[in-house]
């Protein structure tokens, strides 16, 4: 259910990072809230971030005390998709972060002003990470990634701070951190409830290590400290005005 994905990923992540997203320790010894960035890929689950996604993440990380910053790439989308109609709008053309800004209600800053001095970061999932935020949608293995996300996973990386990915967005993690464990949900369709399966492959082939999670589930990958929840990527019913409701 999408209202489990919130509270999974969140809860993940504090298991990653040892002090708990809901305080950290700063250098006069006093805890403080935790500064937790969520990169978004557009607004719109077919041509950037799927919004569902990013609405419960936010939820459950303000209801856990975290001071949330949005960012985006300056960059134009891949296409535009017209929604009511599931087909591209051949005449328009939108640019990444000012359709991000829906989400985030205008407070967003672009993505190359976003470093590691935070504590954790956040991918919300949605078909902009595969067009986005990389070519994964086009050149599947043999996709590239946006400069910034790239950097950005990286740095975040090298200074052992938690990553969260969710739905497609673990592909991100999987080219840019050799080795890292991911999850999409299932390996197989399994007569169609799990449409996106063939992502588990792909990731493989970008050289990460995929590990089969239910819905209600996230992965840790306790030494990258990378933890991915497979969300919308399964075929199923699910209850959006509950992704307020449950601990956190």
């Known amino acids: 259910m999408l209202a489990s994905r919130g509270p999974a990923l969140c809860t993940a992540l504090r298991r990653a990072a040892p002090g708990g997203l809901a305080s950290f320790h700063c250098s006069a010894g006093r805890r403080r809230p935790a500064r937790v960035a969520v990169v978004l890929s557009g607004c719109g689950v077919y041509d950037g971030t799927e ?15 975290a001071e949330v910053q949005m960012y985006a790439p300056d960059v134009p989308q891949m296409h535009v998709i017209d929604h009511s109609k599931g087909q591209p709008a051949e005449a328009e053309s939108r640019n990444v972060l000012v359709e991000s800004a829906r989400i985030a209600r205008g407070k967003i800053a672009s993505l190359a002003k976003l470093n590691s001095n935070h504590d954790a970061v956040i991918f919300p999932g949605g078909f902009g990470a595969a067009k986005n935020l990389s070519t994964f949608a ?3 293995k043999d996709c590239k990634v946006n400069r910034e996300v790239e950097r950005v996973l990286k740095d975040f990386h090298k200074a052992g701070k938690p990553i969260g990915l969710c739905c497609i967005s ?29 992502t588990a492959g792909a990731i493989k082939e970008l050289g990460g290590k995929h590990c089969v999670k239910e819905v209600t589930e996230a992965h840790v990958d306790t030494k990258n400290k990378v933890v991915t929840t497979q969300h919308l990527c399964v075929k199923q019913n699910y209850i959006i005005s509950s992704m307020a409701l449950g601990p956190w």
């Open 51 to 65: 919004i569902h996604e990013a609405s419960a993440i936010l939820v459950h990380l303000s209801r856990g005390g």
């Open 170 to 198: 673990p592909v991100l993690a999987a080219k840019v951190l050799s080795g890292a464990e991911v999850t999409v949900g299932h390996e197989e369709e399994e007569g169609g409830k799990w449409p996106y399966a063939g």
């Open 138 to 140: 086009v050149d599947g």
